[in-house]
């Protein structure tokens, strides 16, 4: 037990452990007043109808719960773990009446169009993008808005910290705020002395 403690309070000082959990929650509400795209926050706040929430481990594939449009707020949390990294999204939502999109309330991303990505991941025109987002180490803040009037396609979303773009999910964003390689070199050593110091113990009992 003993060990067990220690172990994880080594991993925890390296990173390995990562009290940070990230979080996907998506909102959706139908829509009861018009839609400014100057400001879809604003915008947002304006619609009287009930706002229902979930969470999601991943959330490709996701639809709206009002059925045939509405209005839908994504809001995800994250660790950055590394000044060096780079932060980019890539988000596809079934958005007629087009999308912003903010990280820690700083509007970094909109599109107007009439978008619709079809399940092509490579159809950026029909997405909202942000790109090489340094951000500082510690806890940070996704939000995305957007409106449709007609449809309810599956949303598409994927993220990078600065090599390839994988799926917008909570193991996902986990896994990027582990820097794993560095972290395992500084803790290799200690983890031997923790062995090496219970075997001993052990020989002697």
């Given at each position: 037990m003993k060990i067990s403690?220690?172990?994880?309070?080594?991993?925890?000082l390296a990173g390995i452990v990562n009290a940070n959990a990230a979080s996907i929650d998506f909102s959706d509400r139908v829509i009861?007043?018009?839609v400014d795209n100057t400001n879809y926050q604003a915008s947002w706040n304006a619609q009287t109808s009930a706002i229902s929430s979930r969470s999601f481990s991943d959330i490709n594939g996701a639809l709206l719960n009002t059925g045939s449009g509405g209005f839908g707020l994504w809001?995800?949390?994250f660790y950055n773990s590394s000044t060096t990294d780079s932060w980019s999204f890539k988000l596809a939502p079934d958005a007629g009446l087009g999308g912003e999109l903010y990280i820690d309330g700083n509007k970094v991303g909109s599109n107007t169009n009439?978008?619709?990505w079809g399940g092509?991941?490579?159809n950026t025109s029909q997405m909202i993008i942000s790109t090489g987002a340094n951000l500082s180490v510690?806890?940070?803040?996704?939000?995305l808005y957007y409106a449709e009037v007609c449809c309810n396609g599956?949303?598409?979303a994927w993220f990078s910290t600065g090599g390839n773009y994988q799926n917008l999910s909570v193991a996902n964003l986990n896994a990027a705020a582990t820097p794993l390689p560095a972290a395992v070199f500084f803790v290799a050593p200690a983890l031997a002395g923790v062995f090496g110091f219970s075997r001993r113990k052990a020989a002697k009992a």
């Open positions: 403690f220690s172990l994880l309070a080594i991993l925890s009861t007043n018009s809001q995800v949390s009439d978008m619709w092509n991941s490579t510690g806890e940070h803040t996704m939000t599956p949303v598409g």
